[in-house]
């Protein structure tokens, strides 16, 4: 079956430094993965999608890549604020399915 | 735009009691889905609608009924409440366009 594996350890990092969050599927080839914000109590909230035929994705502050020989996508927060501190979520979608699947989610507190 | 509306925000159900789980979107989607998320854990897909009247299984349907008679409406029910439907339920609908998925608040459920 498909899975989707997130660094379910909790990433702790000084403010101003990169995160690193990972995601790592198999079994599958997604057309696409997306990445969500979750903070405590409240829905997650989209960041970023990135399709199979793309290598990387900025926006703002951030930047997704996608890797399908390695399985593999990296999020990274540059310049990371106090304000970064929440769960990441990735998930990723099959060309043919309405569907999403979803990672466990990596907590990320970024301290000042 | 209210966005994705979900009522009510929290309750309590005994062992073998029903309820209906309301979702609403006022942006005009197809696309909507119900999951479901355990501590510490991923989101679950219950059930998903790709439009007004069609309805369809996701991961984990056991328990649970949905039906979609208009687009903006897609309620969730709970016949016979059981410990194990204790979680917190999130709706979501999709943008077909980007690919974007737009969450609702949450319902927090405990079945004791």
């Known amino acids: 079956s498909q899975k989707i594996e997130q660094n379910s350890e909790a990433l702790n990092i000084q403010e101003g430094k990169t995160a690193t969050l990972t995601c790592n599927y198999t079994n599958y080839s997604p057309a696409y993965l997306q990445w969500y914000r979750q903070d405590p109590g409240r829905g997650p909230v989209f960041l970023l999608l990135?399709?199979?035929?793309?290598k990387e994705k900025r926006k703002e502050r951030l930047k997704v890549t996608f890797d399908t020989t390695l399985k593999q996508s990296l999020f990274h927060i540059t310049a990371s604020q106090p304000a970064d501190s929440a769960t990441y979520l990735c998930?990723?979608?099959?060309?043919?399915?309405?569907?999403?699947?979803f990672g466990s989610g990596t907590r990320l507190l970024v301290r000042p | 735009n209210a966005g994705v509306t979900q009522t009510p925000k929290f309750r309590i159900l005994k062992i073998g009691q029903s309820m209906t789980l309301q979702c609403a979107q006022d942006m005009n989607h197809n696309y909507m889905y119900w999951y479901r998320q355990d501590p510490g854990m991923g989101l679950k897909l219950i059930y998903y609608s790709v439009g007004a009247g069609i309805t369809d299984k996701g991961e984990v349907p056991n328990g649970y009924n949905v039906s979609r008679s208009t687009t903006e409406d897609f309620p969730l029910r709970l016949e016979l409440a059981a410990p194990s439907q204790t979680s917190v339920y999130f709706c979501?609908?999709?943008?077909?366009?980007?690919?974007?998925?737009?969450f609702g608040p949450g319902t927090r459920l405990t079945v004791l």
């Open positions: 998930a990723f979608r099959m060309d043919s399915s309405y569907k999403l699947i």
């Open positions: 979501a609908s999709k943008d077909r366009t980007t690919d974007t998925q737009y």
């Open positions: 990135i399709r199979e035929n793309e």
